[in-house]
């Protein structure tokens, strides 16, 4: 066996590993397939949205266009976005900077990974409370997109489904740092 096969047998192999953060057990298993399910939803979103723009401009070459591009691609745009995100809250898959903090010791970076993860709980649920409000008021004013007349509650949906996944997504995370830093011999740590 080459040095080359080895390699792509093991890349294939790390490709399929948990996260270490993610949760053990039936729940974990549940709220990880749920939350693989919004993120290739989201893909999928993100798809559309370029399927829509690239016909949408290959159209205006011979004198059409699809109506209300804008609109179909600003809805797609933002399901993309906030179905996404809790599957990286779960996986612990946003962008992070560890420079500095992996130099600390395992119990700093778990401590550090606890208040992120409340942090990050705080935010979304913010959002979560201010676009409600938004989208009740929408709701309320019976607003509509500018082409299509699309029920802006359309657009508020996937931002409160998200926010709430997310939310979720958070406990798992702030579940997993605790554990860690009471634990540390655990492993759970991001390190």
């Not at 990880?32 to 723009?53: D, K, S, W, Y």
Request: net charge positive.
């Amino acid at each position: 066996m080459s040095q080359n096969s080895r390699q792509n047998k093991t890349d294939k192999r790390a490709a399929v590993i948990p996260s270490p953060r993610m949760p053990k057990g039936r729940l974990g298993t549940i709220a990880g397939a749920i939350f693989r399910v919004t993120a290739l939803f989201g893909m999928a979103c993100l798809f559309g949205a370029g399927l829509v723009t690239v016909i949408d401009v290959g159209l205006r070459f011979v004198g059409g266009a699809i109506p209300g591009a804008v609109d179909l691609v600003q809805l797609l745009i933002l399901a993309t976005a906030f179905t996404a995100i809790p599957f990286a809250f779960f996986r612990d898959g946003h962008v992070s900077v560890d420079l500095v903090t992996q130099a600390f010791p395992d119990r700093v970076q778990a401590f550090l990974a606890v208040l992120t993860a409340l942090a990050a709980l705080g935010l979304m649920a913010l959002i979560l409370w201010y676009g409600w409000g938004a989208a009740q008021m929408q709701m309320m004013f019976g607003d509509v997109s500018q082409n299509l007349r699309i029920p802006m509650i359309w657009y508020w949906a996937p931002l409160l489904a998200g926010s709430g996944l997310s939310i979720l997504a958070c406990l798992f995370a702030l579940w997993a740092a605790v554990v860690s830093f009471l634990f540390p011999s655990t492993g759970l740590h991001r390190g």
